[in-house]
C-alpha cells in the first residue's frame, strides 16, 4: 500500500551539513561527466547547482512509495539575516535512488560559513493534505521570530 494512501509517511531524523561539489561526486559520475547520484536522492532549490546546505532527511517509507505529486515544504531561517524562507520541492523532481533517505539542497546558502539557525520540514500529499512534520528545536522556540 502506497504512503500517500495511508496518509501517514514518518520523517525519523534530520542532520544539517554542508557539502561542496566534490564531496558529492562519485568515480562514476567524475569520469563520465554526467551527474551520477549513487544511492542518495536529492532535491535541490537549484537543480543545476550541487553545493549547499543539505537537510539529510531520513524517513520511515522510500520514496519510491511516496505519491508523485506530493511536496517537501522546508521553511528556514539563516544566521545572516533572520528572515524566513520557505521553499516547496515537488517529490517528481527527485534524482536518483528512491530509498528512505532524501537530501534537501539549499543550493542558495552556497556561503559554507551560513548556518541554518531554524527549520522545520513537512510533506504534503497532492491534496494539500500533511503527511509528515520535523522541526528543528529551535523552530519550537516561543521567541524564535522576535
Known amino acids: 500500500m502506497l504512503a500517500g494512501a495511508l496518509g501517514a509517511v ?14 558529492l561526486t562519485t568515480l562514476r559520475e567524475y ?4 551527474e ?13 547547482q550541487k553545493h549547499g546546505m543539505y ?11 511516496i505519491p508523485g505529486d506530493a ?6 531561517i539563516v544566521n545572516s539575516d533572520g528572515v524566513t524562507r520557505t521553499v516547496t520541492l515537488p517529490v517528481s523532481h527527485a534524482a536518483g535512488y528512491m530509498g528512505k533517505a532524501v ?9 559554507p560559513e551560513e548556518k541554518l539557525l531554524a527549520w522545520r520540514i513537512a510533506i504534503f500529499d497532492g491534496a494539500g493534505y500533511p503527511m509528515a512534520r520535523y ?12
Open 10 to 23: 514518518n520523517i525519523e531524523a534530520v542532520s544539517v551539513s554542508y557539502f561542496n561539489d566534490r564531496q
Open 31 to 34: 569520469f563520465g561527466g554526467k
Open 36 to 48: 551520477y547520484c549513487g544511492r542518495r536522492t536529492y532535491l535541490r532549490t537549484i537543480l543545476s
Open 55 to 65: 537537510l539529510v532527511t531520513d524517513l520511515d517509507t522510500k520514496m519510491s512509495e
Open 71 to 76: 511536496k517537501f515544504v522546508v521553511d528556514y
Open 103 to 111: 537530501y534537501i539542497g539549499l543550493s542558495d546558502i552556497s556561503d
Open 135 to 146: 522541526e528543528s528545536f529551535l523552530w519550537r522556540m516561543p521567541d524564535k521570530g522576535k
